[in-house]
């Protein structure tokens, strides 16, 4: 078996903005180097300055650069005959799958790795898979079983329009294994020695009693996290308990205009809890400050994020995790027993076509897209302080939840552990083609070109549930409550996909003057109203913690 990385790389632009991509990548890599089994590591490379990345990550790894084999990939006759199968580091197979067309014989499988997979840019790439003479040697490795059914139900999804318009019965062939991520876990016992963790809250200007809940990332609304969740759970947290809370949020402002949007957010919800914002690159903070930490809080709402490498780091850092029940999050976290997973909700399938057309239509660009999504995905900050509360009043259950995480880190999300993960796949898919024709090649593919799916229905295994029409909601804020949240841009920048202001304060009105109403009972009172517009207005409110769900 001879495998080859297919290697991009582009140098950041000035700047300190450190991304989550860059980083699996690069992780990735040095693993590969440090538990592979290849007496040589193939790359096919393209431009100078991706073969001296490579050179420096397996310096950094300790390899001896003799074990690496440079291939010009201009060079598809020359250098691809020999491989059995070419790797990415991306799910985006370029022009490979055609250009494997040139070869004659076995030829090579593909294999790429999922990250996230919204957005127009990444429905051109997934349609490739169906257009392109993809075969079911050829797999997309998926970090977490949501990005897996997201992949498979925009497959479905594109295989049915091209049904429709042409009349053809086809099913994309491509596998769809599922391998985590992984991370250096014993790496982390460093990082949160005893006299690290005096260090990094000294400088926090912290005491030992001060409770300190950890977000770390990117500081964004756009393709992280919407912040008001963690507000408010901190916030309500701090008064269920009566601890001295802090909310201590490492990373980065992407765009920097979010960093005046945060802090009002912060100023206006948070009067229990102080909330202090460090600079990733901050240099007194060189290891980060996972030693500062004593719970770990990251309630993300964005269809851009696909895994986390995040909450795997809080469990080697031995923190107890407070983390949204979405996508990839929820797959490291045993409920209840090494963490905790937090409700979320979203409209039901079908009512996401008007955030499509954001897209298609070129009247928000990606940012404002995921941006706009985010607002109709409610984070339960209710279930989220009580949980914070239960973690801060007992200190026991702090540990043992800490203590059961970095054993499954450890046993589970270790590279060591990962990467012949990988090697037994690359050789599963190499005797299966080696079983198959050797020329049994795809012929007169139709094109086509549906690209963004109704979010909803594409990433209806993203949250924990979606509403119901049974459902009930209640009014949980008061009027002073409601005013004040309505008055921040970013609590209403996706007005225009909501019902309007007058038919919005209706609504609240009529919930509030029956104390609950079921969705259903909404729907047939305010039938008027386009029912996507209805269905995403109520998901809204129940995000920004004007409505809540009652429990049945």
Sequence with gaps: MTVATYYTYVKPAAGREVFGLHVAVENWLKA?????????FHFLIAETTEWERILEIAKNANLDSKRLVRLDRRMVRENFTQLTTVFRLSPDPQQLLWQREMLAGQRFNFCGLAHAISGLEAGSMLEQYCLSPSVNTDAIVCPSRAVQSAIQTFWDTYSEYLHQRFGAQFKCPVQLPIIPLG?????????????NRKEQRDK???????????WVGRLSLAIKAHPLAMFQAAER??????AKVHLVMFGYFMPVENEAQFRQLAGDFCSKVKVTFVAGYDARFPDGLWAAGDIFLSLVDNIQESFGLTPLEAMAAGLPRVISDWNGYRDCVQDGEDGYLVPTTQPPPGNGRALSELLLSGRNMYGGY??????????????????????????EKRKMIADK???RVLAEYNWKHLIPAYEALWNEMSSRRKAQAADNRPKLWPAAYPQVPDPYTMYATYPSKALNKTDKLSVVASANEISKTLRHEVNVLALDLMATSEETTKLIN???NHNHSSIANIFNLFSSLEPERLWRTLAWLVKLGILRIQKS
Excluded: C
């Excluded at 991370?183 to 006299?195: H, M, S, W």
């Design 237 to 242: 947290a701090a008064e269920l308990s009566g």
């Design 370 to 395: 995921l941006s706009k999504s985010a607002l109709t995905i409610a984070v339960d900050q209710y279930f989220a302080a009580e949980t914070i509360a239960l973690l801060i009043n007992d200190k």
């Design 32 to 40: 590969w180097f440090q538990y592979g089994t290849a007496e040589q």
């Design 510 to 512: 009529h919930i509030a």
């Design 204 to 214: 926090l200007g912290l005491s030992d009693d001060d409770i300190v809940l950890l």
């Design 405 to 407: 995480a970095r054993k």
């Design 183 to 195: 991370i250096d876990g014993e790496r982390f016992a460093t990082l949160t020695a005893p006299k």
